[in-house]
């Protein structure tokens, strides 16, 4: 692929997830925002920080101690954070999680609209084929199979029921069935 058209490719791809970006509601910012930074090495510094001298100034003797061992005002504390923290995580992986859906069913629509162009050019070259006097290529069992159109549905299906009974302990994956495809090599094109 020339470069042109790897560089379009990226620019289209970084202006796709900066449209994402820039969707997000203000409270979605500053989730993300939470998010970024109670996952950052900072974030562990200033915990480990606070609670060091939180417990020191409570073991020392001399000072007022307004927390002493077992330190039940820091474990609340640090109970309430973890319940905040972990809404803020969840709730932006949830906002991720429908990303990469969207994602998932964008990479879905162009897989189906490849397979057809490829059936397509797959038959226009069987007839060209054939025009030229290479019929017994172009009608062998395996181009003539893949040239066919894919039962997508029966397929769709098929991953199902293979994923169903793999789950219940069943004898792993099936053939996918639909596809005519044996693993068997066809006839070689010369």
């Known amino acids: 692929m020339p470069h042109a058209h790897v560089q379009e490719h ?14 997000r509601t203000p409270a979605e ?9 109670i ?5 562990v510094l200033i915990h480990l920080t606070i609670f060091t001298v939180w417990i020191v100034w409570n073991l020392l ?3 007022r101690r307004f927390d002493p061992p077992p330190f039940s005002l820091l474990q609340t504390v640090v109970a309430m954070e973890s319940l905040l923290a972990a809404s803020f995580i969840l709730i932006r992986q949830t906002r991720l999680a429908r990303r990469a859906d969207e994602r998932d069913h964008l ?11 490829i059936t ?13 006097g290479l019929g017994r290529f172009a009608d062998s069992p ?6 066919r159109d894919t039962p997508i549905e029966e397929v769709a299906q098929n991953i199902q029921q293979t994923i169903t009974e793999s789950e219940n302990g069943g004898d792993g994956p099936q053939p996918v069935i639909g596809l005519g495809l044996s693993g068997e090599r066809g006839a070689d094109l010369e």
């Open 61 to 63: 003797p001399g000072l």
């Open 10 to 23: 990226i620019e289209l791809i970084a202006r796709h997830e900066q449209e994402f970006l820039a969707r």
């Open 107 to 117: 990479m879905l629509q162009i897989l189906l609209l490849s397979e057809k162009e």
């Open 39 to 43: 996952g950052s090495i900072r974030f």
């Open 142 to 147: 395996e181009v003539r199979e893949l040239s």
């Open 120 to 132: 397509t050019v797959l038959n226009l070259e069987r007839q060209m084929a054939r025009q030229m």
């Open 29 to 37: 910012r500053r989730i993300d925002a939470i998010a970024g930074f």
